[in-house]
């Protein structure tokens, strides 16, 4: 039987602590054991983006990534990202009045990577922020109204 | 009445729950004691099937269960055939759909051989690997025109040969018509295979409930309600005691039409073992077992004047189906039907041939075979342009339709068994407006002679097309206002994106007068609404839209009889607005409509004869025939000489689908389909080898473009609407996606005019247009 | 895919033909070979456990040899299956005399490579497969120049130590790289390397 190894994490403010298998993914462990489902998975190798969280801070592909090498670290998923139920992130604000998302199925991910690229560059440009985006794919949009969306955003984070 | 919110880029009622991550999409059902399951998918392309032994496999710890054929038994039929063949004289048709698991033959790589049911995932994957498939591989046919060679392997045994189907369209007499040309233009065309690759891979969650006896299943299709036909007939229930719920889907696109094995079997387990159960495909499974497009090779010709006048076009072509054909004749009698275009194609001879081969099945998939056509037409215009001399523009405006030939036949049938009756159109203004745009005479006459001087390669690209849309047979909805005010639309459509929470509030907002995020749109679900097709062939906004309209017509006429009587003033001084009915120039005399509802469901009284309870109506709509849209795309890009990347520099859209109702949404459709047209133009190549092996099958090898591969695009709407239903719209869901490739072809071609190449292939890539240049200064 | 190739061994030919029809000297040279095992005449079956990289799994074999023109030419038909793919193909193998102490090998083999190491490992499969036709080539020279070495009466067996599974994966390693590295330069050539290697590997464990 495979080992059962106790983990500790940080998600979203909220500590957990749970025994897991070695070879359980991340993205498996946020969505299936905490079921915290708004974290997707496009295509278990690394290319998609669409399961994107932020692991202290950092963008990270929680499909390539085992929870236990979570062990101890504070990630955040995009259930953190609005402040409460009547109020959304000035980035999924932006993404709703740009129209930046279709099926909505890769937007997590998008919005996660997101956030620490704003934090780095509050001012982007429109190459910049492509540059940025062409890490998470989209099926639907064509991208335009997502670069829309980021630009508005970043004008809005910038004012507060 | 004024239309308030008909036409308005209103914001989506349903993001807030897809940006904070609340939205339910299949993988995210978790139900208490759930079951977990992987197929096993044949390596082989084409072999007999000796024997599965499972034993291993069920001995391992974790495991449940392993399913073979032998397991199914008589339930282990061909599935069902989605679309009949059209009643086209002489007509031939080989029905040929895949059984649920392979029995005693495999006929594609990726084809289902045996089901694992483990209490994880990952359990059920290891003990993929514990199962032994004792397999005779035998000869493969991978070239859909080598698959038609005498010898060729046979895909269906029992058949003569691996033809699929065969078809001859006419109209007029061609061959006259080329006698009487003055130049006649013949080219081999090839257009090959692509995957839709939705972000979201398919699914199936299924729950049985023995005690109420009642089926629950969560799946990513786009057709629930036939879904829950077939599974209540395949597994001997009734309608009623089946739901099937599409909840959020993550991108459609066509391949989740179908109806795919997992789709009945994974209920089946689930009413076998009486615990839920859950199939998710991944990416890899994706690329093998579900549908894909495209391959067709065409040997087209254009029989024209002196002028630039088409006397004719001839096409015979071949259609590749892989292994089977559950979808009937769709794709390549989209690809017969969309190739006449815009344009007034007096005599026209079509003749496709489908093709059995051992690769994987082929489905619609957005644009549906009419990308094909477009792509034969516009560059057999392109080199009959090039051979009389003649302007691009200047020959495709000389052959349009003139708004006054509407409703114009092509005689021909189109996908929806009616022929192909172009219901209204005006092309000339659009190409105008193109042109405008693109800076056409600027570019072609200045900036590209000076930037070609200074050693750059740069390229215009401007084709035209029109579009089959919103075909019936129907779609319905109900529409309830509620006690609170709130107003609930069900329809049977489902959403994988398109807005559909949004847009038939709109529609519905105008008749009853209450505010778009006041109407809560339950769709995809067969509980709420019992009748429908589905979403696909651009047809929502056509069709539910319109059974929207009708619905809400309806019960606007029951607000206003009834407020009538209650408040006693004449139906005519009424007015519906802000979720009130009330009299005209005296807004405090009304009543909400609301509390109204509650006056029409009495809890005493009598319900006057001939009336219903409530303010409710269900209504359905069924065109007599699809409405045609159409439009123009252009774009200037750049060929660099030495990697032969390509740098898109400016992209135009001018799109008429009759009247918009979200122009937003629309907007986002057009961008979505560009960006999936230049990724099957340029980046994304099916590749199989000779023995029916995909070998790119993961993102490494499958390129989607990303946002620095798809450039800004420009739209511009025109409207002339629709005369065959009431709402004047026309569908839109793939035109941007249908002319990228003939566009690409041109713009790459004008851009490296240097080398005079002609490009007949799609898809192209770096190495592609590399060899191309060549082969063009060898032959120089 | 064609693998064709020639190699020289250093003995007389006649040594060289029976070193190449001799189970013990196929097993130790085979990577990973668990057992070979006679099933007729010049007909072997065998358990190959692959462990390159991200090549892995074990692959129930079955070897022939036929049309033998001895000491000059034989065929080599393998058809061998596993959980990771399936490769089927024929070998035309040729020994050429140069003289009385070396022979010339020359092959010319399709192999038809199918299932996921096909569909996700396109890259490393040319490299790989001509690492490890390498690697056996050589084991099996070292192996002849051993039995050459001998005293007439000692056992032949004895005298040779065939190369573990580390020693293949190893190697093919390094020749991946270098292959990799020859045409993209060090540092990219290993960074490729390396991404592939990852991504391949995480394709083939779901």
Redesign the interface.
């Known amino acids: 039987m495979p080992e059962s190894i106790a983990i500790r994490v940080t998600i979203n403010g909220q500590p957990y602590e749970r025994s897991v298998e070695s070879r359980l993914l991340l993205s498996d462990f946020l969505r299936h054991t905490l079921e915290l489902t708004g974290t997707h998975v496009g295509c278990e190798h690394g290319v998609c983006g669409a399961c994107t969280v932020l692991l202290d801070g950092e963008a990270v592909r929680s499909c390539l990534m085992f929870a236990v090498q979570a062990d101890g670290h504070a990630l955040t998923t995009v259930e953190g990202l609005a402040p409460n139920g009547e109020t959304l992130h000035p980035l999924q604000a932006a993404f709703r009045e740009a129209h930046g998302l279709q099926c909505g199925f890769c937007t997590p991910g998008i919005l996660m990577a997101m956030v620490p690229f704003l934090q780095q560059n509050p001012n982007p440009t429109e190459a910049e922020i492509r540059d940025a985006l062409s890490a998470n794919l989209c099926r639907c949009t064509g991208y335009q109204n997502i670069v829309e969306a980021v630009r508005l955003a970043a004008g809005r984070l910038t004012e507060t | 009445m004024a239309t308030r919110y008909f036409g308005k880029p209103i914001r989506r009622n349903e993001d807030p729950r897809l940006l904070r991550g609340e939205a339910l999409f299949v993988d995210d059902v978790h139900r208490s004691g759930m079951l977990h399951v992987a197929v096993l998918r044949s390596q082989y392309a084409h072999a007999r099937l000796l024997g599965i032994d499972a034993s291993a496999a069920r001995e391992r710890p974790g495991v449940v269960a392993v399913y073979t054929a032998d397991d199914l038994g008589d339930l282990n039929q061909p599935g069902p055939l989605l679309v009949t063949p059209p009643p086209i004289e002489r007509l031939v048709f080989h029905e040929r759909t895949q059984r649920q698991l392979a029995t005693d033959k495999i006929r594609y790589a990726g084809e289902a051989l045996a089901l694992v049911v483990a209490e994880s995932r990952y359990i059920a994957e290891d003990a993929l690997t514990d199962i032994f498939v004792d397999a005779e591989p035998l000869d493969v046919a991978v070239d859909v025109e080598k698959a038609l060679a005498p010898d060729a392997p046979r895909v269906h045994e029992d058949l003569p040969s691996n033809v699929a189907a065969h078809v001859i369209q006419e109209k007029g007499d061609y061959a006259a018509a080329q006698s009487r040309a003055d130049v006649v233009v013949k080219r081999r065309f090839v257009y090959d295979r692509g995957t839709a690759a939705a972000m979201e891979n398919r699914g199936v969650v299924a729950d049985w409930d023995g005690k109420s006896r009642r089926l629950t299943v969560w799946d990513t299709t786009q057709a629930p309600i036939p879904v829950r036909n077939a599974l209540a007939a395949v597994l001997g229930l009734s309608e009623s005691q089946v739901q099937v719920i599409a909840p959020f889907i993550g991108g459609g696109f066509g391949p989740k039409i179908m109806f795919y094995p997992e789709e009945f079997l994974v209920p089946w387990v689930a009413m076998r073992l009486g615990r839920p159960v859950k199939w998710i495909e991944d990416r890899q499974e994706n690329f093998f077992g579900t549908t894909q497009e495209r391959g067709q090779v065409h040997e087209a010709e254009l029989a024209l004047t002196r002028e630039g006048r088409i006397l004719g076009v001839k096409d015979v072509f071949l259609h590749d189906t892989g292994a089977y054909d559950p979808y009937g004749l769709t794709v390549p009698i989209n690809t017969q039907c969309t190739l006449l275009g815009p344009y007034d194609v007096p005599n026209y001879y079509t003749e496709f041939t489908v093709v059995f081969t051992n690769k994987t099945i082929v489905t619609p998939y957005r644009g549906a075979g009419r990308q094909h056509g477009v792509f034969v037409m516009e560059r057999l215009l392109d080199l009959a342009a090039k051979e009389l001399g003649l302007d691009r523009v200047e020959i495709r405006r000389r052959n349009y339709l003139p708004p006054e030939a509407f409703p114009h036949n092509h005689e021909i049938i189109f996908q929806d068994f009616a022929p192909l009756v172009y219901d209204s159109g005006n092309y000339a203004p659009i190409l105008d407006r193109v042109t405008e745009m693109i800076g056409y005479e600027q570019f072609v006459g200045e900036e590209q002679p000076r930037l070609r001087a200074e050693g750059r390669h740069v390229g215009l690209g401007i084709v035209s097309y029109v579009e089959g849309t919103g075909i019936g047979p129907y779609e319905g909805a109900r529409i309830t206002v509620e006690p609170s005010g709130m107003v609930n639309v069900a329809m049977g459509v489902g959403t994988q994106g398109q807005g559909h929470y949004t847009v038939f509030a709109q529609v519905v907002a105008d008749q009853i007068g209450v505010d778009v995020d006041k109407i809560q749109v339950v769709t995809g679900d067969t509980r709420e609404f019992n009748w429908g097709t589905g979403t696909f062939a651009s047809r929502g906004a056509v069709v539910a839209g319109n059974a929207c309209h009708a619905a809400a017509v309806v019960v606007r006429e029951k607000i206003l009889r009834l407020a009538s009587d209650e408040l006693e003033v004449a139906e005519d001084d009424l007015e519906l607005g802000g979720g009130r009915v009330y009299v005209r120039g005296a807004p405090q005399r009304g009543i909400d409509l609301g509390a109204l509802a509650l006056k029409a469901n009495p809890m005493r009284g009598a319900v006057k004869p001939g009336t219903e309870p409530g303010l409710e109506a269900t209504s359905y709509f069924g065109p007599e025939r699809g409405a045609t849209a159409s439009g123009v795309h252009a774009m200037i890009l750049e060929v660099d000489p030495e990697t032969m990347m390509v740098e898109i520099q400016r992209y135009v859209v001018v799109h008429d689908c009759g009247r918009v109702i979200n122009p937003m949404i629309l907007e986002g459709q057009m961008h979505g389909g560009v960006a999936q047209g230049i990724g099957n133009a340029f980046y994304e190549r099916l590749v199989f080898d000779d023995y029916g092996q995909l070998l790119t099958a993961s993102f490494m090898d499958y390129l989607l473009p990303t946002a620095t591969d798809v450039p800004r695009v420009e739209t511009a709407h025109q409207e002339t609407p629709s005369p065959l239903n009431p709402l004047g719209v026309k569908g839109a869901g793939e035109a941007g996606a249908i002319p990228v490739a003939a566009l690409f072809a041109q713009a790459v071609e004008d851009a490296l005019a240097a080398y005079d190449l002609e490009i007949c292939e799609i898809p192209l890539s770096p190495n592609r247009l590399f060899e191309m240049v060549e082969e063009a200064k060898e032959g120089a | 895919m064609q693998l064709n190739g020639e190699y020289t061994f250093n003995g007389p030919r006649e040594a060289v033909w029976e070193l190449l029809h001799d189970p013990e000297v196929l097993k130790a040279a085979l990577p990973g070979a668990r057992q070979l095992e006679k099933t007729g005449e010049d007909e072997y079956k065998a358990q190959l456990q692959v462990r390159v990289g991200p090549v892995n799994g074990v692959f129930a074999t079955k070897i022939a040899l036929t049309d033998k023109t001895p000491p000059e030419r034989y065929t080599m038909l393998v058809d061998s299956k596993g959980?990771t793919?399936?490769g089927?193909g024929s070998a035309l193998v040729t020994l050429i005399e140069q003289d009385a102490a070396t022979t010339l090998m020359t092959y010319e083999a399709t192999l038809?490579?199918?299932?996921?190491i096909?569909?996700?490992g396109?890259r490393m499969l040319d490299t790989v497969s001509k690492s490890l036709t390498r690697q056996s080539l050589e084991a099996m020279n070292n192996a002849l120049e051993a039995r050459l070495a001998l005293e007439p009466d000692a056992e032949p067996a004895e005298a040779y130590t065939a190369p573990t599974q580390a020693d293949f994966a190893r190697e093919v390693a390094k020749d991946v790289a270098a292959e990799t590295v020859k045409s993209r330069g060090f540092v990219v050539g290993l960074v490729i390397v390396a991404i592939?290697a990852v991504?391949v590997a995480?394709?083939l464990m779901?």
């Open positions: 959980q793919g399936f089927k038809q490579v199918g299932g996921r096909a569909s996700v396109q592939i991504v995480v394709l779901i």
